[in-house]
């Protein structure tokens, strides 16, 4: 008996090794990577896994709950704002400064935003949210103290401190942290997603009404996601701010709302993993497009999403995962 434990033992850890041993092996490859690779290519990169993050906060209140918030992009760009002031205005450029204020201002912005919108449902949630997000761009738009050189917004952003004598981020450096903060944010959203409190905002977005006869209490519920997702938007607008050197009124628009949801769409809804899929796709397909004809942007998107619905419907990472499975042993 103990023998048959110590054997199945032994091939659960086997399996889980082949598993999960392609994941290192490209984490190991992502993290050397900016070494060896061109300047530009670099900064994509860095990129990537800031708009990796921004999907994935806006994939459990969309994907996870079914919250089509637009939003989102203003947790992100409040964020950015908020490192940006700090440094640029004020003069404080720790990263342990900037950093936390800059989630903590994006969680309160949803806290007060979340008691608004929750009070309604469907297509109103969708229209109230697009009306809150327009007034934060009028508000950042039309204030004259977040202006510089009679331009709207915030220029001369530079890589924070983080408090180590002899240390200053290089962009390569700083595409490593990204990464590393990259995966730390999967990993804690991965297990948000698999604990009961996910699994009840499956719940919530498959039926509500019969979450709320079950006893749920399904407007903390959304509450709470909403601000969680809000928390994470705010890691990738602080990331962002710092990389960019440049926050603007757009940066918090329907435009990076509309772009977060496209990342999520494209990737997989509801999978975690699809959103950084569909970011790197956005990023890198972007860059080379705007090389050649930058104009006709808008219509390869646009074409890239109606394939996607047709052809790849629920998300290119959804067919991935499939793959995944039909490769590995069972």
Not at 28 to 47: A, D, E, Q, R, W
Not at 130 to 149: A, F, H, N, P
Not at 239 to 247: K, P, S
């Amino acid at each position: 008996m103990v023998a048959t434990t110590l054997e199945s033992s032994g091939r659960l850890q086997k399996k889980n090794i082949i598993r999960f041993a392609p994941i290192l092996i490209i984490g190991i490859i992502l993290f050397i990577l900016p070494s060896f690779i061109p300047h530009y290519l670099v900064g994509l990169f860095t990129l990537t896994f800031i708009f990796a993050i921004f999907a994935m906060s806006l994939d459990i209140v969309l994907g996870y709950t079914g919250l089509l918030s637009i939003m989102h992009a203003s947790f992100f760009g409040i964020a950015a704002y908020t490192a940006a002031v700090l440094m640029v205005k004020m003069g404080i450029n720790s990263f342990w400064v900037g950093f936390p204020c800059g989630i903590l201002i994006a969680g309160i912005l949803a806290a007060i935003a979340g008691v608004v919108l929750l009070r309604v449902h469907g297509i109103y949630f969708l229209i109230a949210s697009l009306c809150l997000g327009y007034m934060v761009y009028s508000i950042t738009w039309g204030w004259d103290y977040l202006e510089m050189y009679q331009s709207k917004g915030i220029m001369g952003i530079d890589f924070p401190g983080i408090g180590i004598p002899g240390f200053t981020f290089t962009e390569v450096s700083y595409c490593r942290f990204s990464f590393l903060l990259f995966l730390l944010c999967f990993y804690l959203l991965y297990r948000f997603v698999n604990s009961p409190f996910g699994y009840s905002l499956r719940g919530i977005r498959e039926d509500e009404e019969r979450m709320q006869v079950l006893g749920y209490n399904t407007w903390f519920y959304k509450f709470a996601v909403f601000i969680i997702g809000a928390l994470f938007a705010g890691v990738a607008g602080v990331l962002f701010a710092y990389c960019n050197t440049t926050v603007e009124p757009e940066h918090l628009g329907f435009s990076y709302s509309t772009y977060a949801i496209l990342m999520v769409i494209l990737g997989g809804s509801g999978t975690l993993f699809g959103p950084p899929i569909g970011a790197a796709l956005l990023v890198f397909l972007e860059f080379y497009t705007g090389i050649v004809s930058p104009e006709r942007w808008p219509l390869i998107l646009g074409l890239i999403l109606i394939l996607t619905i047709m052809f790849s419907r629920g998300g290119i990472g959804l067919h991935l995962q499939r793959l995944w499975k039909k490769v590995l042993p069972s």
